[in-house]
């Protein structure tokens, strides 16, 4: 209730401090050797010169570092010795919109411990539904994010694209843009986007998103506005002590997955991306 009486002095405190939440910096590193007589030979593409090597194992240093932030790896507190430090995935962010397609059991950020719990994954793994979609991207909004991007799997996001091209999915016939016949026509054979009552999501196949196992995969309803890569240290080449007759160079980063607000964004767990999409 904002009615107020006029002229009375207002007493009511409407301030809103947010949860503070946390997550732990990981090292990910890579190492190269390269000989001399390697380095002085002319090999083929150029494979034999470090800057060669440096390029692609940096750009290989930079798919790992996407692909664990697409697991559901909890954090873990380093201890300087022999544990090391551990950066939450989304999976183990994204807690208040979940859901399973069978038993698993949500993780999430722990205020006690501080710590981002991984979830559960379930015994079994089910089928994905276009209800499930549809209840996440709504669940997401009403918790007030915009739902821009339907991520997962490259097999997943396949299913989920054949599936709205059968006569059960719950949405209008596709038409035709050039309708008037004044352009060559296109054989379109996906669907990259899906429109739904809450936002237009874009379905994005993410090659790097690993399963959570044989089959079991997980469809990610994203925000991006809320998501961020926080940098200890940024990526960084660095020669080794000599031993022999090579060179080395050390390639490595401290990053962590930052989930600004894990209520903009949904997940939903334990798909049996080898079945096909259902109405549900």
Known sequence: DNANVDGVDVDQDDSAVGQRVSNFTQTALKEIQISHL??????????????YQIAQTLRRLKR???????????????????????SAGLGAWIATNYTSMT???????????????????GTTAGALTETAIRDTVQAVYE???EAKVLMGTPTLIRRISEYLFTT??????MVNDNAMGTEPMTAYGASMTFVTEFGVLKLVPNRLQPT?????????????????????????VEPLAKTGLSEKRLMSV????LCLNEKSCGQIADIDQTTAVIAG
């Open 254 to 257: 401290d990053y962590s997955l």
């Open 212 to 236: 959570e196992g044989v089959g079991i995969s997980t469809l990610y309803v994203l925000d991006p506005s809320h998501l961020r890569i926080s940098y200890m240290r940024g990526y960084r």
């Open 38 to 51: 390697a380095q002085a030979a002319n090999s083929i593409g150029s494979q034999g010169k470090m800057s």
């Open 168 to 173: 059960n999915a719950r949405v209008a016939d």
């Open 143 to 145: 918790a007030g994010g």
């Open 103 to 121: 038993d698993g059991v949500v993780g999430g950020f722990n205020e006690d411990t501080g710590v981002i719990a991984a979830p559960t994954i």
């Open 64 to 86: 790992d570092v996407e692909a664990q932030m697409c697991t559901s790896q909890g954090s873990a507190i380093g201890d300087g010795l022999t544990v090391p430090g551990v």
